[in-house]
């Protein structure tokens, strides 16, 4: 019996009673998406599955994503991301996801899901910190709606490198740069499964507004920026280990705490990561 409970915020739901090492039958993986769908995120608890078995999970809902920094690839897992602070680990890569974001915005075919697998967790700090932004946006008045409904938004991987007081991403080399050149995506952009309309990535990637001028531009992207940052849009997951946490990249942002080098096993943090593009097969 699956079991969905509040999670400790505005929005998010935890799910208890299911195993993925037991894999998921469509029925009940249509059910999760829909969980997904309709409340941003969802912290599957107490999974003890294998990195294969956690593949496959991933793969249900889309095609997982190889990021451009190679380096951050877990060796024999392209698709999958090792994340935290081991000592592998320098300050930039420690930190690469602490600033407000959502995942691959940089890019034109940008991801839609994206889910961390808890193995290691520091007893202090390490949060995952998630804004709702379909919430954000329903709350804007119809008249500011109305202003930005059509306007396009100017992204690149790195373009707010140290704006507003957040870290500093890692540089890419000229041949990463070469891959990623920059895009455009709506800045309320309809989900691809539902439909419904959302504030995409109004943080992060997003430099510019195109067509607009640069000071104009600046201003309204900071503007939404802070509008979705708001308490009553967050929510911010302390995990546990063992949980997975899922959520919509395309109607939230998200920025992971920042954090140390550990000091001892107490404070050392590890987390698979796995984003996928596209949809779910079952909806395709
Ligand atoms: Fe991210």
Not at 260 to 278: C, T
Request: glycine residues 8%.
């Amino acid at each position: 019996m699956i079991r969905y409970e509040k999670l400790d915020g505005p929005f998010g739901r935890s799910v208890y009673g299911l195993d993925l090492a037991d894999g998921i039958p469509d029925g009940k993986f249509q059910r999760l998406t829909k969980a997904l769908y309709d409340h941003r995120v969802l912290v599957l608890k107490n999974q003890a599955c294998s990195v294969d078995q956690y593949l496959k999970f991933g793969r249900l809902w889309g095609t997982p994503i190889q990021h451009v920094v190679h380096t951050s690839r877990t060796p024999d897992y392209p698709d999958l991301l090792s994340v935290g602070n081991l000592p592998d680990k320098d300050d930039v890569s420690r930190n690469s996801a602490a600033f407000w974001h959502t995942d691959q915005a940089y890019e034109a075919d940008v991801a839609t899901a994206t889910m961390l697998y808890a193995r290691k967790v520091p007893s202090i700090g390490g949060e995952t910190r998630i804004v709702d932004t379909k919430a954000a946006y329903d709350d804007l008045d119809s008249s500011i709606k109305k202003n930005i409904e059509n306007l396009m938004a100017v992204h690149f991987y790195g373009s707010t490198s140290g704006r507003d007081g957040e870290r500093k991403t890692r540089e890419l080399t000229d041949s990463q740069a070469a891959r990623v050149p920059p895009v455009l995506h709506p800045l309320v952009r309809p989900h691809t499964i539902t439909g419904e309309q959302a504030l995409y990535a109004v943080a992060g990637t997003a430099f510019a507004i195109d067509g607009m001028k640069e000071g104009e531009s600046n201003s309204l992207i900071a503007t939404l920026k802070a509008h979705c940052l708001q308490d009553k849009y967050l929510y911010a997951h302390k995990y546990e280990v063992g949980d997975i946490a899922i959520w919509d990249t395309q109607m939230t942002l998200h920025c992971a705490t920042p954090i140390g080098a550990p000091k001892n096993p107490d404070s050392e943090r590890l987390l698979w990561r796995i984003s996928v593009r596209g949809k779910p097969a079952i909806y395709q």
